[in-house]
């Protein structure tokens, strides 16, 4: 693996079933690897909220026997207190890695750049690969393989979208995406993601038509209608999304046992209605608690310990 997780098109399928096989021996038995990080210590850089990302590499860290700093905006204040670059060189004569949560990717690419120590992404305007990783692990989790299935996705063409899209087309799952005319993935990623698939054997298709997108999928995803950092155009954004609700309606297009996912933060009754959340084909909580297991996997590959299991 690269020294960084960045992005999930610079891992190969290999690696990502590394990652899921790693993460199924952390479920099964994480008391083995309860000290493997002892001595290590992981900085969270956080521009941004965060429950799941930072709470789940936090505990994450300390039951694999590290501790995690957390440096939140009025700590670090990056690229205004002082510049990237430097904090890049300074953390890395301290710490062992790095997680990122910040506005531009251009941010994450330059800290990654000047630290000599791993970056993780967790999660920027453009990507959000770690919660890609924890979704992809759930459905193989309840499927035991992608072939043949369909993820569908229906909302706003975002960083978790993206992620989505290289997460699919690298491990053969077929993809199908709902957004609102102008709020499509950006052109570069779809191309990216469709020359993965090619490989895969994923198909991804785009369209401006949730009913659509929904036919017989085996899945169902949605993520906000505006993201961390676009709160200003969140009045105009439920008009426009009005139509991509996750709701019954939506679902009986579906197959039966549709599953019901979501990144979290939601918003109850916007993109998704409360009754499918809660319904019995929502694993969006199973998601959430394969964030944990999954950056574990993440953290023993990049900050490569010598594994002794206690
Ligand atoms: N899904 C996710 O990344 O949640 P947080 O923003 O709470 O970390
Ligand atoms: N697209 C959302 C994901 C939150 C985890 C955002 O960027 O705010």
């Not at 990502?16 to 900085?43: C, H, N, P, R, W």
Request: charged share 25%; proline share 3%; glycine share 6%.
């Amino acid at each position: 693996m690269k020294k960084d997780l960045i992005s999930i098109s610079d891992l190969s399928q290999q690696e990502m079933e590394e990652i899921f096989a790693l993460t199924d021996e952390l479920k099964k038995d994480s008391l083995q690897y309860s000290s493997v990080l002892k001595g290590k210590t992981l900085a969270l850089i956080f521009q941004k909220p965060s429950n799941r990302t930072r709470v789940s590499f936090a505990v994450g860290m300390f039951s694999l026997g590290g501790l995690s700093i957390y440096l939140g905006p009025a700590e670090i204040s990056l690229g205004v207190r002082e510049a990237t670059k430097d904090v890049a060189m300074t953390l890395s004569r301290y710490v062992d890695g790095i997680v990122f949560r910040t506005y531009e990717h251009k941010n994450i690419l330059e800290l990654a750049k000047y630290s000599s120590v791993p970056v993780i992404n967790g999660l920027s305007d453009l990507l959000h690969p770690c919660q890609a990783l924890a979704d992809l692990y759930t459905l193989r989790e309840r499927w035991g393989s992608f072939r043949g299935r369909v993820l569908a996705y229906v909302g706003d063409g975002n960083n978790v979208t993206h992620s989505l899209l290289y997460g699919c087309s690298k491990a053969g799952l077929n993809f199908n995406i709902a957004t609102p005319r102008n709020f499509e993935p950006k052109k570069d990623i779809v191309s990216s993601a469709k020359s993965f698939a090619v490989i895969s054997g994923a198909k991804i298709n785009l369209s401006n038509n949730p009913l659509k997108a929904c036919k017989d999928a085996d899945a169902i995803y949605t993520d906000v209608w505006t993201s961390m950092g676009r709160e200003k155009e969140a009045k105009a954004r439920k008009k426009i999304f009005h139509d991509f609700q996750v709701n019954k309606k939506l679902l009986s297009y579906a197959k039966k046992d549709c599953l019901i996912m979501h990144c979290l933060p939601a918003h109850r009754q916007e993109e998704i209605t409360a009754e499918v959340m809660d319904s019995n084909n929502s694993i969006i909580f199973d998601q959430a608690e394969n964030r944990l297991h999954v950056q574990k996997a993440i953290l023993l590959k990049l900050l490569k310990p010598v594994i002794r299991k206690s």
